[in-house]
C-alpha cells in the first residue's frame, strides 16, 4: 500500500514558477515508477510526466517539454515537478501516481495509486 501526499500548489502569474512536491508512505516506494497527471477536456486524467523507479528514465508530454522538470529522491520517499514558463492553460489540479507497472507509464490506467491533488493556477 503507498499514500501519496502532493503539496506547493498555488497561484502564480503567467511566466512564473511553482514547484510541487508528492510524499509517500511505504518502505518500497523507489521501487515505483511515478507519475504526474492532470485533467483535460475530453479526458479523465492527462499524461504530464513519469518517472521510472531509478529515475534514469523520464517521460514527458509534447507540451511540458523544456518548461517542466521530473525528479525524485526516494531517500525521502518523495517525487518533485518544477514547473517553470508557466501558461495560464497549464491551470489544473496536478495529481502524482504510483504504479508497479514499468511500462505504459503515459496512461492513467497504469497507476494504481493516486493522490489528492494540488491545485495549480496561473493568470494572465
Not at 479526458?43 to 523520464?58: L, N, Q
Request: charged share 15%.
Amino acid at each position: 500500500q503507498v499514500q501519496l501526499v502532493e503539496s506547493g500548489g498555488g497561484l502564480v502569474q503567467a511566466g512564473g514558477s511553482l514547484r510541487l512536491s508528492c510524499a509517500a508512505s511505504g518502505r518500497t516506494f523507489s521501487s515505483y515508477p511515478m507519475g504526474w497527471f492532470r485533467p483535460a477536456p475530453g479526458k479523465e486524467r492527462e499524461f504530464v510526466t513519469a518517472m521510472s523507479w531509478s529515475g534514469s528514465t523520464t517521460y514527458y508530454a509534447d507540451f511540458v517539454k523544456g518548461r517542466f522538470t521530473m525528479s525524485r529522491d526516494n531517500a525521502r520517499n518523495t517525487v518533485y515537478l518544477q514547473m517553470n514558463s508557466l501558461k495560464p492553460e497549464d491551470t489544473a489540479v496536478y495529481y502524482c501516481a504510483a504504479t508497479k507497472e514499468a511500462i505504459g507509464l503515459q496512461y492513467s490506467s497504469t497507476y494504481r495509486y493516486w493522490g489528492q491533488g494540488t491545485q495549480v493556477t496561473v493568470s494572465s
